[in-house]
């Protein structure tokens, strides 16, 4: 038989009952709180994420896209080869600007003023001659014909063109003025006015003229100066890392050398190229502006990185691999390179692509050897001088000319694409070594 409770002892429970649900319930607001908080910090960091996505492609997208102009050109011999022996050296003088220039004087006969010339002159590029210039020297038959040809149009007319300048501004307000404005109207009138791909961008060194620069020199440099910090700073690293955990004995100095890698991995990039430049560059005379002494400096800077990331994938081996392998007779070399190594591989693999990544975001240590010079070349080996993307946006950046702009953030994206490229495939890598046990 049950017992029945006196009024007293159940109204005990009926409290103590409630302020056990009263607990569950402030507790369970408490988890759907920080689970919200959480969220919202989540949700944020995306959001922010995104409007920087959104800023960069909004304002650099156009970079990939560039404005010409359909003019009729005509060759003419006295002004590109006057003697007429068409020897490269004399079609490589001539005056491949003149003709340009007087294309537009004859499609525009008004023109008359010099200042209004000058304007005039300036709807089309300035690296327009040299394209004129390769043409002929390619087919020296051009020489004494005319050819309808698409000649690249001037940095300001090509902002009008893409919307970037607002053409509804009054005139002192504006870089372009409004007989400009009326030229152009008048070429996109007869369909001599398009917007193509910009495949100078992609195939061309920096320019001073906006629509002639391009980030192939600096892709270059970035992958050549990368290059050398890969060979160096893996091998290195491993190395380091494995004397460091299998093979270090457990006194003060590998204690020290631990403290001063972590200390290393948290100094500022600056101080390596202060270093760089005191080492590599005064004293073993490494040629200043080449990717040969970026790669060295950038090897310096991500060696605590890779060390530490290796040791960390080293010390996830479980112990029961190596003591099998010791049972089964194998010396401590052959347990670290046929087990311990393949199995930390990944992890190593992953600590080196971070390491890579934050030397393809560098800017700071390279300017301190010289990696901030104009270089208009593509570099074609180690010493050459050379640039990277990051000084090249730095350099972009600080130009006053507003279609640098776009050309800042479109090499910005060609920087994340890199990026991306180099985290798909430490994830790819990473999946391909990876074992299970």
């Known amino acids: 038989m049950s017992r029945s409770l006196s009024p007293q002892t ?13 607990g569950l319930r402030r507790r369970y607001r408490a988890e759907w709180r920080f689970r919200a908080y959480g969220l919202a910090a989540a949700v944020t960091g995306l959001l922010f994420v995104g409007l920087l996505f959104l800023s960069i492609i909004s ?86 014909k005319t050819r309808e040809l698409w000649l ?62 391009g980030v192939l020199g600096a892709v270059t440099g970035s992958f050549l100066t990368l290059m050398v910090t890969l060979l160096l700073s893996f091998p290195i690293g491993v190395a380091a890392a494995v004397y460091l955990e299998e093979f ?35 004293f073993f005379g490494v040629p200043r502006s080449a990717p040969l002494v970026g790669g060295l400096v950038l090897t310096l800077m991500t060696l605590p990185t890779i060390i530490i990331a290796s040791r960390a994938a080293i010390k996830a081996v479980p112990p029961s691999i190596r003591e099998a392998a010791l049972g089964m007779g194998a010396s401590q070399v052959q347990v670290v390179v046929h087990h311990v190594l393949p199995l930390a591989m990944p ?47 730095f350099l972009w950046a600080d130009s006053p000319e507003r279609a640098f702009l776009e050309r800042t953030s479109g090499a910005i994206m060609v920087l994340l694409a890199f990026l991306l490229v180099m985290n798909a495939a430490a994830v790819i890598l990473r999946q391909k070594f990876e074992r299970r046990w």
């Open 248 to 282: 270090a004995p457990a006194n003060r100095f590998t204690d020290l050398i631990e403290v001063n890698i972590n200390n290393l991995a948290a100094v500022p990039s600056i101080v390596f190229g202060l270093l760089g430049l005191a080492v590599f560059i005064q």
């Open 59 to 144: 304002t650099g997208y156009t970079a990939f896209v560039q404005t010409y102009m359909r003019i009729d050109i005509r060759f003419d011999p006295e002004l590109i080869d006057p003697e007429g022996h068409r020897y490269k050296e004399s079609l490589g003088a001539g005056d491949y600007s003149g003709l340009i220039k007087r294309a537009l004087r004859e499609k525009f006969p008004q023109v008359e003023a010099r200042s209004e010339l000058k304007q005039l002159y300036s709807l089309v590029s300035g690296g327009a001659a040299f394209d004129l210039r390769d043409l002929v020297l390619a087919d020296p038959a051009l020489v004494g």
């Open 347 to 393: 992890g190593m693999l992953t600590g080196a692509i971070i390491g890579m990544a934050r030397a393809l975001g560098e800017s700071a240590p390279l300017l301190m050897i010289g990696m901030v010079a104009f270089i208009a070349d593509i570099p074609g080996s180690l010493t050459d001088p050379a640039t990277v993307l990051p000084v090249q946006v």
């Open 10 to 22: 159940a109204q005990e429970h009926s409290r103590l009952r409630a302020r056990v649900e009263q």
């Open 152 to 213: 690249l149009a001037g940095d300001d007319i090509d902002q009008i063109v893409k919307g970037k300048i607002d053409r509804r501004l009054p005139e002192g307000q504006r870089v372009v003025s409004d007989q400009q404005l009326k030229w152009l109207d008048a070429l996109t009138a007869e369909h001599r006015v398009e917007k193509r791909f910009n495949r100078i961008f992609f195939t061309a060194g920096d320019s001073r003229e906006p629509e002639q620069a």
